[in-house]
């Protein structure tokens, strides 16, 4: 039997052998090179693709990207726990606004960001919107800036964030919240002393999967926020592409992962205190 | 008597849907009293407490509290405290955290003492810094006891606390449960399905059934004067023996021939430790069990006897 357990491990161990462990390896490698005259790599080895990063043109990239993460990270946490909340008390409909959560996933990431820019460019919506109805005369700055990216990765990391939760609240047993409000804490308190808490294996999955890839988002930064706000996900896209410079793509993208990496075992080690 | 009514059920109703959970439901509980409510599952027992508690609002009916009503409170206004049947422990907080946590929602002062004291009438005085997962069953339930009487509760619900116990256990609990009520003088309702409990430590009981109370009274009434047919068979064995209802230990059986008795056929005995369950097959083709001791019990298979039972023994109902 345990054989055979292993042998179940073995499809999802070759296939991350190949496609995650030895792609891994050749950009550990392609970041100890030295950048080819029309990209690629070529030797010497070195170690010149790491010590760039103190030029703090890269830490205020790397710092940035982990703000905006963050944030938009918590204000995923926001507004997902009430809406987990809804849904895990909803008896018969909670698959119906289950699939209504996952509905998105139906249409492109792609599209659905160019559909934010339809939205919020100076043309586009909104602005045209507000001002026929004269309530401004210049179109909102919307589009373009940190906040537009934030937006833009609330919306498409939401449902990371309310799954975990959902699943969390809704093996909840009921009767804890019955015996909280049984011992006199009014609904609020029970929420913060009670239901919060015991969510906090939920809370910190869906953390997780959301901050990871916001910290590494490309696409929502290089369409809603041009050029001016450029995060880690996009230098690592401009080395391999228009800069042509494979080691320091490779070096900024092992980077990212470690900085993920810190973060992540940070936000575990503050899990086991609280426990 | 009803003055020293402590929580009063004044026509309660509650329905879910089609089912009619409990109709039309009156209830006394006398200050400091053991009252139990037993009955079948499905019986609207649960429903009841839920009601008292506050976590169901009843449809019809009023609950009153010291004299005052209570059904449309919230459960954190009102005086009662419940002991959740799967205990209902915050698995994030420590024993102590647990008994503390309604000391500190309703403000009340010295908690440090009333936690400690609570803890000592428990037994617990030595496991405050443990988390539920650490204990024992019987330790989990002694906690969502010390829990709920920490608050003082004007009344305090006890949602079947005992079920969820090894039978071992549950024995020595029926007993502790009993002492630490007559101790604190606290007024236990006490919601069961185990008529053995319910008569083993009440002062009084109702026995419910189909959402209606059909009897209450001291276990020794509900026992031995049964108002209905139901009370008669859900509380104790009964025979049934030409539409009249006999105790099994009310019944003699004998290979003598007894001039008052009926004659039958040994079917078999059960032995249970204390006394010997002899049942017999009536002439008329009734199944009935007489309670003999050790002694009567060389009653084989297949032998003729004679069963018989003194007729103030006959329970009756139209």
């Known amino acids: 039997m345990r054989r055979l357990r292993r042998l179940f491990l073995a499809p999802a161990a070759a296939l991350l052998a190949v496609t995650l462990a030895a792609p891994l390896v050749i950009v550990c490698l392609y970041s100890l090179m030295t950048r080819g005259a029309y990209g690629g790599v070529e030797r010497p080895f070195t170690l010149e693709n790491y010590t760039r990063f103190w030029d703090p043109l890269y830490g205020a990239i790397l710092l940035r990207s982990s703000w905006i993460a963050a944030v938009a990270t918590l204000l995923c946490l926001a507004l997902a726990f009430p809406l987990a909340l809804f849904i895990a008390r909803s008896g018969q409909k909670k698959n119906l606004y289950l699939s209504l959560v996952i509905l998105p996933f139906w249409t492109s990431f792609l599209i659905r960001t160019y559909a934010w820019m339809f939205l919020l460019r100076d043309t586009g919506l909104i ?120 080691p320091f793509g490779a070096a900024a993208s092992l980077a990212l992962m470690a900085v993920a990496m810190v973060l992540l075992l940070a936000a575990r080690r503050q899990g086991e205190e609280m426990l | ?205 109702a026995v419910m059934n189909r959402g209606m109370v059909e009897q209450v009274g001291t276990p020794e009434e509900v026992y031995r004067r049964p108002k209905t047919r139901f009370v008669a068979s859900f509380l104790g064995a009964m025979n049934w023996i030409g539409g009249v209802g006999v105790r099994p230990e009310a019944l003699t059986i004998s290979r003598e021939a007894n001039p008052q008795g009926r004659r039958g056929v040994v079917v078999g005995s059960v032995f249970l430790g204390s006394a010997v369950h002899v049942e017999a097959r009536l002439d008329s083709g009734e199944i009935c069990t007489a309670q003999v001791a050790h002694d009567a019990a060389t009653l084989r298979a297949g032998e003729a006897v004679s069963i018989g039972w003194s007729a103030a023994d006959e329970l009756r109902f139209e």
């Open chain 2, 1 to 205: 008597m009803a003055d020293d009514a402590i929580l009063q059920l004044r026509g309660v109703s509650k329905r879910f849907g089609a089912h009619a959970a409990v109709t039309g439901l009156d209830l006394d509980v006398h200050r400091g009293a053991f009252f139990s409510v037993l009955g079948p599952s499905g019986c609207g027992k649960t429903t009841t407490l839920r009601m008292i508690a506050g976590f169901e609002t009843p449809d019809q009916g009023e609950i009153l509290l010291n004299g005052s009503r209570i059904d449309a409170l919230p459960p954190y206004r009102r005086n009662v405290n419940t002991v959740f049947q799967n205990y209902a422990l915050f698995p994030h907080l420590t024993v102590r955290g647990n008994v503390e946590f309604g000391l500190r929602r309703m403000g009340r002062a010295g908690i440090e003492e009333k936690v400690r004291t609570v803890l000592e009438q428990v037994r617990l005085g030595d496991k405050a810094s443990r988390m539920p997962a650490q204990l024992s069953g019987g330790e989990r339930q002694r906690v969502a006891l010390a829990r709920a009487l920490a608050l003082e509760p004007d009344v305090l619900l006890l949602d079947e606390p005992l079920s969820a116990l090894d039978p071992q256990l549950r024995k020595q609990v029926r007993a502790e449960l009993k002492d630490l009520q007559r101790r604190i003088g606290v007024t236990f309702l006490f919601i069961t399905h185990d008529q053995e409990e319910a008569l083993s430590m009440s002062d009084r009981i």
């Open chain 1, 127 to 246: 602005n045209t919107l507000l001002q026929s109805m004269g309530l401004i005369h210049e179109p909102l700055p919307l589009l373009y800036n940190n906040g537009a990216v934030i937006l833009g990765l609330v919306y498409g990391f939401l449902p990371f964030m309310v799954l975990p939760l959902y699943a969390t609240l809704e093996r909840m047993d009921p009767s804890l919240a019955e015996a909280s409000s049984d011992l006199g804490a009014r609904p609020l308190q029970t929420l913060w002393r009670v239901t919060l808490p015991l969510c906090a294996p939920g809370i910190r999955a869906g953390s997780i999967l959301v901050f990871v890839p916001c910290l590494g988002t490309y696409l929502t930064s290089d369409l809603l926020g041009g050029s001016k706000t450029i995060l880690i996900g996009n230098l690592v896209q401009n080395q391999f592409t228009t800069a042509r410079d494979w």
